[in-house]
């Protein structure tokens, strides 16, 4: 959202550099340098900024700011004016970067951050280039002036509205590896079979407490998927009610490995959690099978 529609600045300015007065080559590489040293300073304050703002706090008031020297250059009459809102838009523009980039990274658990943050910048180079191309036509088929106010009064409406509608739960999680030897794990010899693996986990559950049962097994499924399995579903046992079996599909018996290695602290959280459901004796049984090919 952000880098879609702050884009236009970058994208109109060699336009805007030229219809200001007395405008040339000089002036455009003046408004970029200018715009260059609001992000330096602003780097320079970002750990205060933090201490006294929360992250969307930040990229709501950077995103704002941003937007307003994004207006003011479209209204800009000479240098005077427009060097003041490009250091402005600069400083706004590290600010909103950086804490997105860093919110990204602390989202993403070891394993999949590198991939994670290759989707990120693909991302924002992807909404940068659509962007540039975006206000460009709207130029084109407005005005110079219309693009950048149009941007600028988008950006923020549309950044307020995701802040708004978007819940995100990455502050309440714990993203750090889990603790070595957290579960007994699989035997150490793979099969001599070779397909997929699937994996049954049989609960025994109070039946009164079945609704909340499932919710803690909605969580689960997402923690599952999102560790590399590529199925997973809960079955419920008609004769015996207070029996449930939780059914993971691996790709491979490495896949499968591959999944005790991914768990973090958040999820061991959920899973005691869910053993806390459990009223057998002894721990939920684990059965493991290779599907046949």
Do not use: C, K
Not at 45 to 67: E, K
Not at 136 to 159: D, F, H, K, Q
């Amino acid at each position: 959202i952000f880098f879609l529609h702050s884009t236009a600045l970058l994208a109109l300015l060699p336009l805007l550099a030229r219809g200001l007065h007395g405008g040339d080559a000089g002036t455009f590489t003046l408004l970029l340098a200018s715009m260059g040293a609001g992000a330096i300073v602003a780097v320079l304050f970002l750990p205060r900024l933090r201490q006294a703002l929360g992250r969307d706090q930040l990229v709501l008031r950077g995103t704002a700011l941003q937007s307003a020297a994004t207006a003011v250059m479209a209204v800009a009459p000479n240098t005077w004016v427009a060097v003041p809102a490009m250091f402005f838009g600069g400083a706004a523009w590290i600010t909103v970067a950086n804490s997105l980039s860093v919110s990204a990274q602390l989202a993403l658990p070891d394993w999949v951050r590198a991939r994670g943050m290759a989707t990120y910048q693909m991302a924002i180079m992807g909404a940068s280039a659509f962007g540039a191309a975006l206000w460009g036509n709207v130029a084109e088929a407005s005005s110079l002036r219309t693009s950048l106010l149009v941007a600028a009064v988008s950006g923020t409406a549309v950044m307020l509205l995701a802040l708004r509608f978007v819940t995100d739960h990455a502050d309440e999680d714990d993203m750090s590896p889990a603790q070595a030897g957290w579960a007994a794990g699989p035997p150490p010899e793979p099969p001599e079979e070779s397909g997929r693996v699937v994996v049954t986990v049989e609960y025994i559950i109070d039946p009164a407490r079945a609704a909340a049962f499932h919710l803690v097994m909605q969580q689960t499924r997402r923690v599952r998927l999102s560790q590399g399995a590529v199925g997973w579903e809960l079955l419920h046992d008609v004769g015996q009610p207070e029996r449930y079996v939780e059914e993971i599909v691996d790709e491979s018996w490495t896949e499968h490995l591959r999944r005790f290695s991914r768990a973090t602290a958040t999820d061991m959280a959920l899973r005691e959690r869910r053993l806390a459901f459990h009223l057998g004796e002894s721990p939920p049984v684990v059965t493991r099978y290779v599907v046949r090919r």
